[in-house]
């Protein structure tokens, strides 16, 4: 049962007349996550410039995107930039080593 539905569980409980912290305990959901609503993330314009800077440097990794942002002068964690690569599907292929023809059967 995801967080999401845990919250619409604890919502149902509560307009049935069940208090907070009971309803949290029922449908196993921490006090915490139930008051404190999360934040959308705000992350367009960021994937926008990850997907340029992917573009420009096709055979490189979220690494070094990381390092360009860095330069650019945004302060970002690397974890948020790994995560939206993945999100994008931004992985680059591992190139296939060719085989050496010797000429020897």
Known sequence: MTLAEKRSVVAQLIAARVRAQRACFLAGL???????????RQDSALTQRIRELALLHPRRGYRFIHALLVQEGQRINRKRVQRIWHQEALTVTTRVARKIR???T
């Open 30 to 40: 921490p006090k915490s996550s139930w008051h404190d609503r999360p934040k959308p």
């Open 102 to 104: 010797t000429g020897a």
